[in-house]
């Protein structure tokens, strides 16, 4: 469901606006379904609704509609087959997104529902065509889950999208379709999974399906205004424009390497199925640790490596987008929120999240060269550098000159430019916690922050590694994943003359969705 900031009901947008939808998929009691006119379902047909369905021969989906009352759907027959067109139009869509993600993409059917007795009279998909009110638009719902977290359902959707915020009725079923049908998918896997990679990776499967709705980068905003947050842990209430925007890091990952990625990493968060490498979680996998897994083993890579590539990308969004150094439609996407500060800067003990990232962007002020580092904090007893990983750009006329990683105390020319440093977390404790990190940060021209490491005790960093895993600590923190970290100063203001950089919270307002 679409929302402004954090609120739960909100006017229509109009246009390409982004799309806000609930957090998880809805379950009911079993096998109750829209046609069961005495239920207490939020959403079903009328008493005195005449309830039909249309579907292709040997087609794997049935769409169910009724012409009248508000449940109706538009009655415009231009082939004149006896059949609404806009039913016809949707039963299409979702035969086009099957045919996708059952065909090359590989993805198991949901499971079926024929041996249940409210399954709309046969074993294939049903989608029902119903009247949301603009209370959202669609939505997966659950009816049985015969063996753990791998569940039947169907999908409720809006039975004609007027006064709703879409550039036309063709496109939200696109969107519709493809979003709420790969979370029928999902549930052939695990229907249990945290909300991130639930609802990232069904907005990642709309961008497949079709990437010219624009559904993935009006949503993207939402993880890129709050990069500082553990990728893993949405922020609390009931429209996590986080989750969504989440998509972000699922596209990095299939254009980084291949689609197969995503299939294989939901095959691995089956009860049970999770990677024999990663003992934690087999009974429920946590997806981070099997993406960790899967990464190691068929992609000779990690996820700490994964997400500090990650951070990098995101240095290339909008006017700075490069597609020879990361995203190919990046001119599409907005800028990542960063912190503006003054050079130089120093910080004693910054609280820097597992896999998140901050972002800094500071003014040359004529500085010739600039660097940054880290400094293993005196306040904390663990080692605040381990799987710290420290980016720094030289940006002139909006466009990355340099890009480095700091190993050794290297510099970037910044001579009438910009400054940006980017601080990322890949640190996960042997138990698999996710652990914070408290580094010191100093930013400056070299003897500046030379001056900042020994003020804070320490020296300037040889070299991170991504890779490296620390035991917990009994002094280090460790994050239980339900924090809403403090914004940093300056995080999302303007800043003067310098090149716009903030993406502004207007993806938050528009169509509703529910999930």
């Known amino acids: ?132 009110a603009r209370s959202a638009d669609g939505a997966f719902r659950v009816d049985q889950c015969p063996s753990v977290d791998r569940c039947i359902g169907s999908v409720v959707q809006e039975n004609d999208f007027v006064s709703y915020g879409y550039p036309s009725a063709l496109i939200a079923t696109r969107i519709l379709g493809s979003h709420e049908y790969f979370h029928a998918v999902q549930a052939a896997y695990d229907n249990g999974q ?104 068929d992609y000779q890579s990690s996820f700490a490596e994964e997400f500090a590539e990650f951070a990098r990308w995101n240095l290339y969004l909008g006017d700075a987008a490069d597609p020879a150094q990361a995203w190919a439609d990046a001119r599409l996407y907005p800028q990542v929120t960063m912190t503006s500060v003054t050079a130089p800067y120093r910080l004693e003990a910054s609280r820097v999240f597992y896999a998140s990232t901050q972002y800094y962007f500071v003014p040359a002020a004529g500085r010739a060269t600039m660097t940054a580092a880290l400094v293993d904090s005196e306040l904390t007893t663990g080692d605040d550098l381990d799987g710290m990983v420290l980016w720094v750009a030289a940006r002139k006329g909006n466009r990355n000159t340099e890009v480095v990683k700091v190993t050794a105390g290297q510099t970037v020319d910044v001579t009438n430019g910009i400054f940006i440093a980017a601080v990322t977390n890949t640190n996960r404790g042997a138990n698999g916690a996710s652990l914070s990190q408290r580094p010191g940060l100093c930013i400056g021209a070299p003897d500046e922050v030379a001056a900042c490491v020994s003020a804070l005790g320490g020296v300037v960093d040889a070299g991170v590694d991504a890779g490296s895993r620390a035991p917990v600590d009994a002094g280090m923190e460790v994050d239980a994943g339900v924090l809403e970290p403090t914004p940093p100063a300056g995080c999302g203001c303007g800043m003067g003359s310098a090149p716009m950089l903030f993406f502004t919270l207007a993806f938050a307002v528009g169509r509703r969705r529910r999930s």
């Open 194 to 297: 945290n909300v991130v990679i639930s609802e990232g990776t069904a907005v990642w499967a709309t961008e497949r399906f079709d990437p010219s709705t624009r559904d993935f980068e009006n949503f993207i905003g939402g993880y890129l205004t709050r990069p500082d947050r553990s990728i893993d842990s949405p922020p609390p209430g009931p429209v996590p424009d986080f989750a969504y925007g989440s998509a972000i890091f699922f596209k990095f990952l299939t254009e980084r390497h291949d689609d197969a990625l995503l299939r294989k990493l939901w095959e691995h968060l089956e009860n049970g199925q999770g990677d024999p490498l990663e003992p934690a979680d087999q009974a429920n996998p946590t997806w981070v640790i099997q993406l960790d897994a899967l990464l190691k083993r």
């Open 1 to 132: 469901m679409r929302a402004t900031a954090l609120l739960c009901i909100v006017s229509l947008g109009c246009g390409e606006e982004a799309v806000s939808r609930k957090p998880t998929v809805v379950s009911q009691t079993a096998e109750l379904r829209p046609t069961d006119t005495n239920s207490n379902l939020m959403w079903r047909y009328l008493a005195t609704d005449t309830v039909e369905s249309t579907s292709v021969d040997g087609g794997a989906f049935k769409v169910h509609f009724t012409r009248a009352g508000p449940n109706a759907v538009p009655m415009g027959d231009a082939d004149d087959s006896g059949v609404p067109d806009f039913a016809e139009r949707v039963e299409e869509t979702y035969e086009a997104v099957g045919a996708l993600y059952h065909g090359p993409l590989g993805y198991r059917r949901p499971l079926s529902d024929a041996t249940l007795s409210a399954n709309g009279g046969d074993g294939r998909f049903d989608v029902y065509l119903l009247d949301f």
